[in-house]
């Protein structure tokens, strides 16, 4: 713990930013955030894309396993739900991308609800196991599904248009996928300074304790489901919109691994990081 970081009154202890050092460094990165498309190379700028996806996909699992404690092995799984979802929406309607991307992230919403029904009564290792289920579930739906899904030959689709804009190339993409991923990180740790954040909180510390205190065990999992999956959606969405094609093989079970080893090895940083401060 910090020295002299006590709080003296809730509005502090409710502040994201606690010091003008915090803000100074946030100032400068999101100032580097701007200027990097116009200093970099393609290859850097089409990382610095995956990058901003990965972030908002890895933020929604974070919810999930790193403050509700519900381990998932289904996050590729939701975000392929996301991307079929604007693929299929993309080439049937037309619909702008701030249309898609929503009624994306809704749809993974939806089928998390629906995996995370068994949390109530399985934690930990049985319900990693669950999760990995519907995740083996829903690829055989990608693959199998041909007249929505196409089958292992997948989905093509245009660029994301929004007034009159085509956004092709790698560059006019950054623009929406960085600044989507800033807003959907600060929506989260927004999330956590509310009833429903530390409700999932105490989830995570004790749930028989919180279920003592009044907290709806099975309305704040879903919940915390619903919102992992919903993050995960969006991500897939921009993801088929970054790759204009979406195939069954594009969310494999080592992308839902690399995302909840990126969520431990944080978790880890922040302890670390809280035992030396």
């Known amino acids: 713990m910090r020295i002299g970081d006590a709080k003296q009154s809730y509005e502090a202890d409710e502040a994201i930013w606690t010091s003008q050092t915090q803000k100074l460094w946030l100032g400068l990165f999101l100032l580097i955030l701007m200027v990097f498309p116009f200093a970099v ?3 850097l700028l089409y990382l610095g894309c995956l990058v901003g996806i990965a972030v908002i996909s890895t933020t ?6 790193g403050f509700t404690g519900l381990i998932s092995l289904g996050q590729a799984g939701f975000m392929g739900v996301g991307a079929y979802t604007v693929a299929w929406l993309s080439i049937n309607t ?15 919403a939806a ?3 629906l995996v995370g029904l068994p949390s109530l009564r399985v934690k930990g290792l049985y319900l990693a196991i669950a ?34 804009l085509t956004f092709q190339s790698d ?26 954040g530390r409700a999932f909180i105490a989830i995570r510390d004790r749930d028989i304790s919180a279920e003592i205190l009044g907290i709806n065990l099975l309305r704040y999992k ?21 790759y204009r094609v979406v195939t069954p093989e594009s969310f494999p079970l080592s992308m839902s691994i690399f995302y909840l080893a990126a969520v ?9 990081g809280g035992i030396l401060g």
Do not use: C, K, Q
Request: no cysteine; aromatic share 14%; proline share 3%.
């Open 111 to 113: 089928v998390g609800i």
């Open 264 to 272: 431990i090895v944080g978790g880890m940083g922040n302890l670390l």
């Open 41 to 43: 190379d393609s290859y």
């Open 171 to 196: 560059f006019m993409m950054y623009f929406i996928i960085v600044p989507l991923a800033v807003l959907m990180v600060l929506a989260a740790r927004n999330v956590f300074r509310t009833r429903i």
């Open 94 to 108: 037309g619909l702008p991308f701030p249309v898609t991307l929503l009624l994306a992230g809704l749809m993974a």
């Open 222 to 242: 879903l919940m915390s489901f619903a919102l992992s999956s919903f993050y995960a959606g969006v991500a897939g969405g921009l993801f088929a919109y970054f």
């Open 60 to 65: 929604g699992l974070n919810i999930l396993t």
């Open 131 to 164: 999760t990995l289920a519907a995740s083996v579930f829903l690829h055989f739906i990608f693959a199998e599904w041909e007249s929505v899904t196409g089958g292992m030959g997948g989905l093509s689709l245009e660029p994301a248009h929004l007034f009159g």
